[in-house]
């Protein structure tokens, strides 16, 4: 059993809808939690991080973490094409992090 | 600021020869990290080093794959021999050891061993 759990999806959703990215891990020790975009043919780019459980809120993206549940989720509201990418969840372990599979996410106009 | 700066952006090569890799971290991170990514098996970390020391090298597949960091600015990951199987986009990612979880990226180098 990996320590991260993804979706691979893809996900394809129409415009303006509301997006829920979510991940599962096996490791309590997990503290800081990340979310990951990654444009096609481009290196990761830090999305949002959070330290404890409950919501971070930035402008159309949320994310959400459930320590009790080792549960975590990304949510996008009024999603726009400029959404499609692949979202990658992160978690710290010592000095590296550990990443989720990846969701490839299709915002359609 | 330049970003991480990898080379070379794209490589094919055949099976057997000598691969070589290289990332230049932005300037005064003191943490460097490779990472493999396929479809099949995602983001990996093959290995990181904290100023300039390897610290965890456990996702190195085998002994194939080797890589240095001489200095603060420059690191190599070398694959000697080559397999088809090493096919992957590989990514060179820093950070500068405060923030826990800004790890920037690199373009990656997309490697195709035929």
């Known amino acids: 059993q990996k320590e991260v759990e993804q979706d691979p999806g893809p996900l394809s959703v129409p415009e303006g809808a509301i997006v829920s990215l979510n991940c599962t891990y096996s490791?309590?020790?997990?503290?800081?939690f990340m979310w990951y975009r990654q444009y096609s043919r481009k290196g990761p780019e830090l999305l949002m991080y959070?330290?404890?459980?409950g919501n971070k809120e930035d402008g159309r993206f949320t994310a959400q973490v459930d320590k009790s549940s080792k549960y975590i989720s990304l949510f996008i509201r009024d999603s726009q094409p400029s959404d499609s990418a692949t979202y990658l969840c992160a978690m710290r372990q010592g000095g590296k992090l550990i990443f989720g599979q990846g969701t490839e996410l299709s915002v359609k106009p | 600021d330049a970003g991480v700066i990898q080379s070379p952006r794209h490589e094919v090569t055949e099976m057997g020869q000598e691969v070589t890799l290289r990332c230049k971290p932005i300037s005064g991170h003191n943490s460097l990290f490779w990472y493999r990514q396929t479809m099949m098996r995602g983001l990996e970390l093959l290995i990181y080093f904290n100023n300039n020391v390897p610290i965890d090298d456990s996702g190195m597949p085998e002994d194939r794959f080797s890589a240095k960091m001489p200095n603060a600015s420059f690191s190599t990951l070398k694959i000697q021999p080559s397999e088809p199987r090493d096919s992957a986009v590989y990514f060179c990612a820093s950070i500068n050891g405060i923030h826990p979880g800004t790890q920037y990226f690199g373009p990656g180098t997309r490697l195709l061993v035929l």
């Open positions: 959070t330290y404890s459980s």
């Open positions: 490791n309590s020790a997990f503290q800081y």
